[in-house]
T-cell receptor
Framework: DVKVTQSSRYLVKRTGEKVFLECVQD?????MFWYRQDPGLGLRLIYF???????EKGDIPEGYSVSREKKERFSLILESASTNQTSMYLC????????????FGPGTRLTVL | GQNIDQPTEMTATEGAIVQINCTYQ??????LFWYQQHAGEAPTFLSY????GLEEKGRFSSFLSRSKGYSYLLLKELQMKDSASYLC????????????FGKGTRLSVIA
């Protein structure tokens, strides 16, 4: 079974703090993604990566950065957290096959106070 | 441009059949996925369609018409545990291209 894990289920941070969200997958997938999900807005893509050290901006990259130093790990960084970044953050991975689905991690509910 | 539309909310009765529709307009098409997401949990894969027609998997079926840019998810013999959001997602181009997601349809199953 594919497993995508995220470092925390719940996280509370203060405005201005630097926040790291970690995601690890064990299926040797090339592609990894970070989304945020908010009520009424659905899943919105922040960044994705199709290879080690490669990254592409998604629909809402402002205020975020990412790092992919190893194939299995994709980190999302909030350089200076703000209250409007309070959200559910979901990581996903996918192989390069057209027919393959994305596999999601359990999510991190981040609250910025 | 990329646009995926699905109803925001639906309600259905336990034991009944419900159809959740999805229409899409995307630059390129390599298949359509349906996911189920229970409140507070991650989306999980339900089905994938790339050719026109109906794919059946137990109580769940998914239909695709590429010429109409249309899909639906059919849930039969509804159970309370089917209360969840259902997300439609299109694979635009290439295996390394992110899926484009609809906003999801929240289904409530009532007794």
């Amino acid at each position: 079974d594919v497993k995508v894990t995220q470092s925390s289920r719940y996280l509370v941070k203060r405005t201005g703090e630097k926040v790291f969200l970690e995601c690890v997958q064990d299926m040797d997938h090339e592609n990894m993604f970070w989304y945020r999900q908010d009520p009424g807005l659905g899943l919105r893509l922040i960044y994705f990566s199709y290879d080690v050290k490669m990254k592409e901006k998604g629909d809402i990259p402002e205020g975020y950065s990412v790092s992919r130093e190893k194939k299995e790990r994709f980190s999302l960084i909030l350089e200076s957290a703000s209250t409007n970044q309070t959200s559910m953050y979901l990581c996903a991975s996918k192989s390069g096959l057209l027919t393959d689905t994305q596999y999601f991690g359990p999510g991190t509910r981040l609250t910025v106070l | 441009g990329q646009n995926i539309d699905q109803p925001t909310e639906m309600t259905a009765t336990e034991g009944a059949i419900v159809q959740i529709n999805c229409t899409y307009q995307t630059s390129g098409f390599n298949g359509l996925f349906w996911y189920q997401q229970h409140a507070g949990e991650a989306p999980t894969f339900l089905s994938y369609n790339v050719l026109d027609g109906l794919e059946e998997k137990g109580r769940f079926s998914s239909f695709l018409s590429r010429s109409k840019g249309y899909s639906y998810l059919l849930l039969k013999e509804l159970q309370m545990k089917d209360s969840a959001s259902y997300l439609c997602a299109v694979s635009p181009l290439g295996g390394n291209t992110p899926l484009v997601f609809g906003k999801g349809t929240r289904l409530s199953v009532i007794a």
